[in-house]
């Protein structure tokens, strides 16, 4: 994937973030998902007052991609505020890797600097839906 196809991502998930709704934690946070066939959907993190329900953007974005009829992913790009790249929370990782080892995961800051991971480098050693079938 090209530097220019992280970076275009990366602003998606910048503007995503605008729409974050995160009175709790005061932590809003971007994503932008690609997928196979370069369709673009993004999320924001959705907070709750009963703080367990809360979603993060990352799950925002491939819930909506899901709902659209899109579950083969190339690649999610990832905004907080903090200029320290933050990583996907644990949660986010399993529902990443539901849709393969191979996505890049792209996690940036405002400055536009970022790191990139595949979400098997993220998530090793998964469960996975094979291993449901071996019940
Ligand atoms: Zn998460």
């Known amino acids: 994937m090209t530097i220019t196809t992280y970076r275009e991502l990366l602003?998606?998930?910048?503007?995503?973030?605008k729409n974050a709704y995160a009175p709790y934690s005061k932590f809003p946070v971007g994503a932008a998902l690609l997928t196979t066939d370069n369709?673009?959907?993004?999320?924001?993190?959705?907070?709750?007052a009963s703080y367990g329900l809360t979603n993060c953007a990352e799950r925002t974005a491939v819930y909506t991609a899901v709902a659209?009829?899109?579950?083969?992913?190339?690649?999610?790009?990832?905004?907080?505020?903090?200029?320290?790249?933050a990583t996907p929370c644990g949660a986010c990782r399993?529902?990443?890797?539901?849709?393969?080892?191979?996505?890049?995961i792209i996690v940036g800051n405002e400055k536009g600097e970022y790191q990139v991971?595949?979400?098997g480098e993220l998530l090793p050693s998964c469960f996975s839906g094979e291993q449901l079938g071996n019940l």
């Open 94 to 104: 399993q529902v990443l890797i539901e849709f393969g080892s191979e996505i890049d």
């Open 11 to 17: 602003e998606r998930a910048i503007e995503a973030k």
């Open 39 to 48: 369709s673009i959907f993004t999320g924001c993190n959705v907070e709750n």
């Open 68 to 85: 659209a009829g899109y579950s083969n992913f190339k690649a999610i790009a990832i905004v907080t505020n903090l200029e320290e790249l």
């Open 117 to 119: 991971y595949t979400s």
